[in-house]
């Protein structure tokens, strides 16, 4: 884990690392995809989600070797002297992306209330009748806690940890486009959503019930973010490149180092 705050700017998506915590600070803008079917159809700005970040057991060590954090942890380094942040990433929790009702007003949960809340999620999870999927069981790997700090949304900002209520542009924009799939569900591929036909899951990735994986690569001049699902990969040159015409599903990624933040 990384004890050196690390920022990690994709597109309109911001990832931010410290301590193995992982915030993502994204404009999520016009049909911004979240998760496998939630589009928003306004501009939301600044929607903060908390997500614990920690080392799946597959993780690679760094180039220099550094594989566990102690009191003589130092910041590991690339063989040309870039921070390391390579490796294999997993952020599977049972924290809900909003805040459930139930928790209205409360940020974080007592040991005693988050052990009551994780057995009955894992209870419910065991019921295949009560949540049905079109994969096996064993294929799911939705994660068995919460966050470190019990928290009780992803969404830490706005602080009712709720999705902000669509406009009365965009619920009217929304109807329209549902009303149209209505009428031409299949006319062609186009008429398919993204993630049904397996082309994009959206950016910012978040936990689901299964890939929950992120695998981050470095060289000199790029840092690539693949995620697991879909094997959607993100591209981020560090060379100062103009942002060219050609529009991209997660948007234009740029980068660079100030000091040891990528920013």
Same mark, same amino acid.
């Given at each position: 884990?990384?004890?050196? +705050?690390?920022?990690?700017?994709?597109?309109?998506?911001?990832?931010?690392?410290?301590?193995?915590?992982?915030?993502?600070?994204?404009?999520?803008?016009?049909?911004?995809?979240?998760?496998?079917?939630?589009?928003?159809?306004?501009?939301?700005?600044?929607?903060?989600?908390?997500?614990?970040?920690?080392?799946?057991?597959?993780?690679?060590?760094?180039?220099?070797?550094?594989?566990?954090?102690?009191?003589?942890?130092?910041?590991?380094?690339?063989?040309?002297?870039?921070?390391?942040?390579?490796?294999?990433?997993?952020?599977?929790?049972?924290?809900?992306?909003?805040?459930?009702?139930?928790?209205?007003?409360?940020?974080?949960?007592?040991?005693?209330?988050?052990?009551?809340?994780?057995?009955?999620?894992?209870?419910?999870?065991?019921?295949?009748?009560?949540?049905?999927?079109?994969?096996?069981?064993?294929?799911?790997?939705?994660?068995?806690?919460?966050?470190?700090?019990?928290?009780?949304?992803?969404?830490?900002?706005?602080?009712?940890?709720?999705?902000?209520?669509?406009? +009365?542009?965009?619920?009217?924009?929304?109807? +329209?486009?549902?009303?149209?799939?209505?009428?031409?569900?299949?006319?062609?591929?186009?008429?398919?959503?993204?993630? =049904?036909?397996?082309?994009?899951?959206?950016?910012?990735?978040?936990?689901?019930?299964?890939?929950?994986? $992120?695998?981050?690569?470095?060289?000199?001049? $790029? &840092?690539?973010?693949?995620? =697991?699902?879909?094997?959607?990969?993100? &591209?981020?040159?560090?060379?100062?490149?103009?942002?060219?015409?050609?529009?991209?599903?997660?948007?234009? +990624?740029?980068?660079?180092?100030?000091?040891?933040?990528?920013?």
């Amino acid at each position: 884990m990384y004890r050196e +705050a690390s920022i990690v700017v994709c597109g309109d998506v911001t990832h931010f690392w410290a301590d193995g915590i992982v915030c993502v600070i994204g404009a999520l803008r016009g049909c911004g995809v979240i998760g496998a079917s939630l589009r928003l159809l306004v501009r939301v700005s600044a929607v903060v989600l908390g997500l614990v970040l920690t080392a799946a057991s597959a993780m690679s060590q760094s180039a220099n070797g550094a594989a566990e954090v102690g009191s003589d942890w130092t910041l590991p380094r690339t063989a040309w002297g870039d921070p390391d942040m390579q490796g294999v990433w997993d952020y599977r929790t049972m924290t809900p992306l909003q805040r459930p009702r139930e928790f209205s007003g409360k940020t974080v949960l007592s040991d005693e209330e988050a052990a009551a809340y994780t057995a009955r999620r894992l209870a419910e999870a065991a019921d295949y009748d009560r949540s049905p999927s079109v994969h096996a069981k064993w294929w799911l790997d939705p994660g068995t806690s919460l966050t470190e700090d019990k928290r009780t949304s992803l969404i830490v900002d706005p602080p009712d940890g709720r999705i902000p209520s669509l406009t +009365a542009a965009a619920k009217r924009r929304n109807a +329209a486009r549902g009303e149209y799939r209505r009428a031409h569900p299949s006319d062609g591929a186009d008429n398919r959503g993204l993630s =049904e036909r397996c082309i994009s899951f959206g950016t910012p990735r978040l936990p689901g019930g299964y890939n929950n994986n $992120y695998h981050i690569l470095q060289t000199p001049n $790029y &840092v690539v973010i693949v995620s =697991e699902m879909v094997h959607d990969t993100r &591209v981020v040159p560090l060379d100062g490149r103009s942002f060219p015409d050609i529009a991209q599903w997660h948007g234009e +990624a740029r980068g660079s180092w100030e000091g040891d933040t990528l920013v």
